[in-house]
């Protein structure tokens, strides 16, 4: 069928052309003309069209070869970028093993770059600050300390020394002379006695009003399990205190970071740092506030900057904070726990512990928990 159709086609094309050249030798022969020169006319509009037909191939020809050279020359470029990558990551690879397993190499490698890497950070900060003006949303990122915290990252040859005879929390209250009998043991504690204000949801309401500015650029961003509570404005408007009934959302959970210092200085002129937070230390910018209902679930507190952690108690319930031995000092080690109050704070570090924030069996409150580290 299809050959019979390309026949008749064809047919039909030089019956078109024979009838065009008659039409044509009839009007040559009325303006007079020879049979030479009609034969000449025919023959030269045949060689005019037959020019622009190997100038349309040729012109295809060379769109075609150029687009062939084109993609050969993208091929031939990706595949040496994807080489040099590929070789880079072998190399890092092994460079990596080496100084992770050859304990020599790696101490000498430390002793010469050790007074490059912080020049070189903060040198790639400041590069990288033009990036904020541009792209303000990358703020966040450029204050965090670590972007992505590795998972299989552990402490080396750590001694479990300060968790291997811990059975409960030391309540240490009205301890004296903090910093020379006990920093830097590590043994959790809690103190009962080093609060002089309350860390209330009202009174974090207050404190938005009072630097609503500063807290909406500098820390805007918050998690919650409400699907209509996800923006600060929404969960410190003072106008809205039906939002957070407790007997309406028991199991709400939500948490605020602050990374940033104009938002933590804000904070800290409220809540300031516990007495047993020595003077000479530096104490993180970073802050985490929680706000629990009754029966919220258990979540994990987070790694901060620092191990040296505490956690102080607010609102009007009470958490269970459970204190899990690291995965280094699992075997030495046996968990422990205790309910914090309002205004109690708790201690511990987190090279030793993981800890986790749990419900209270009859707690009927909400509770605040404000976190932070030092050095």
């Known amino acids: 069928m299809a050959v019979n159709e ?11 052309f024979e009838d065009d050249v008659q039409a044509l030798t009839s009007k040559a022969e009325d303006w007079n003309l020879t049979d030479a020169q ?59 093993c080496i100084l992770a397993c050859h304990n020599p190499t790696q101490k000498l490698v430390t002793r010469h770059i050790q007074d490059y890497i912080y020049p070189f950070m903060r040198t790639f900060r400041l590069m990288t600050l033009p990036l ?9 990122w450029h204050e965090e300390q670590c972007l992505v915290r590795n998972p299989f990252y ?4 750590l001694d479990c020394w300060p968790c291997e005879q811990v059975r409960s929390v030391l309540d240490l209250s009205g301890l004296k002379n903090f910093t020379e009998y006990y920093h830097h043991s590590g043994i959790p504690f809690v103190v009962k006695d080093a609060v002089d204000t309350e860390c209330t949801l009202e009174r974090l309401q207050g404190l938005f009003v009072e630097n609503r500015d500063v807290f909406l650029r500098d820390a805007p961003s918050i998690y919650s399990t409400l699907p209509w509570l996800n923006d600060l404005a929404t969960l410190l408007d003072p106008n809205s205190p039906s939002a957070f ?7 709400m959970h939500v948490a605020w970071k602050i990374n940033r210092i104009s938002a933590a200085r804000a904070l800290r002129e409220a809540f300031p740092r516990p007495y047993f937070v020595p003077n000479g230390t530096e104490v993180a910018i970073q802050r985490f506030i929680f706000i629990n209902g009754a029966e919220s679930p258990s979540h994990a507190l987070p790694m901060t ?44 570090n987190w090279q030793f512990w993981r800890p986790r924030s749990l419900p209270v069996h009859g707690s009927k409150g909400m509770s605040v928990l404000l976190l932070g580290s030092f050095y």
Not at 7 to 16: D, G, I, N, P
Not at 51 to 64: G, K, L, M, P, Q
Not at 245 to 251: C, T
């Open 6 to 16: 390309k026949f008749s086609k064809r047919k039909l094309t030089a019956k078109v």
């Open 38 to 96: 009609i034969n000449e006319i025919i023959e030269e509009s045949l060689r005019i069209l037959e020019n622009e037909t190997n100038a349309n191939v040729d012109s295809t020809s060379r769109t075609y070869r150029f687009i062939r050279r084109f993609y050969s020359l993208i091929t031939s470029f990706s595949m040496q970028i994807f080489n040099l990558l590929w070789w880079a990551f072998i190399t890092a690879s092994i460079l990596y």
């Open 154 to 157: 552990k402490v080396q040859n």
């Open 132 to 140: 904020l003006k541009f792209y303000p949303s990358l703020v966040d």
């Open 305 to 348: 900057d620092f191990a040296n952690v505490w956690v102080l108690a607010g609102g009007d319930g009470e958490r269970l904070i459970s204190l899990w031995p690291a995965s280094q000092c699992s075997h030495a080690c046996t968990p422990t726990s205790i309910v914090l109050q309002p205004g109690h704070i708790l201690f511990y």
């Open 245 to 251: 009934n407790v007997s309406q959302y028991p199991e």
